[in-house]
């Protein structure tokens, strides 16, 4: 998170990852950590990061392609597909650890 948000902010945002790592581990579900920042801003059709994508706060409607969605459901898919990208850069190996008990660290995805 970045350091412009307020100290409060960041802690309860650390705090809360803090809570769904452990429970995932608790009950053995795969958490995957990705980087969040543009997934409002890109399309999921054509990969497309526009702030102007955004005309409100509900609605998604990309620039260059004109897909349009609901701006969560856009954002959800965006996430959504970097954490299975992020799952199939994952090394293999025979004596890596049960998927399942894995904390993943996704790689970024930051556009600058
Ligand atoms: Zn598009």
């Given at each position: 998170m970045p350091k412009a948000y307020p100290e409060e902010l960041r802690s309860a945002f650390a705090q809360l990852g803090s809570?769904?790592?452990?429970?995932?581990?608790?009950?053995?579900?795969?958490?995957?950590?990705?980087?969040?920042?543009?997934?409002?801003?890109?399309?999921?059709?054509?990969?497309?990061?526009?702030?102007?994508?955004?005309?409100?706060?509900?609605?998604?409607?990309?620039?260059?392609?004109g897909f349009s969605l609901g701006a969560d459901r856009n954002a959800s898919i965006n996430i959504s597909r970097r954490a299975t990208t992020s799952l199939r850069l994952q090394p293999t190996s025979r004596t890596r650890p049960d998927r399942q008990k894995l904390e993943l660290q996704a790689r970024s995805f930051r556009v600058e």
């Amino acid at each position: 998170m970045p350091k412009a948000y307020p100290e409060e902010l960041r802690s309860a945002f650390a705090q809360l990852g803090s809570f769904l790592t452990y429970k995932a581990a608790r009950h053995g579900v795969l958490l995957l950590q990705v980087n969040a920042a543009y997934t409002g801003q890109q399309c999921s059709a054509c990969g497309h990061i526009d702030r102007k994508n955004r005309p409100n706060k509900a609605e998604f409607c990309c620039r260059r392609c004109g897909f349009s969605l609901g701006a969560d459901r856009n954002a959800s898919i965006n996430i959504s597909r970097r954490a299975t990208t992020s799952l199939r850069l994952q090394p293999t190996s025979r004596t890596r650890p049960d998927r399942q008990k894995l904390e993943l660290q996704a790689r970024s995805f930051r556009v600058e």
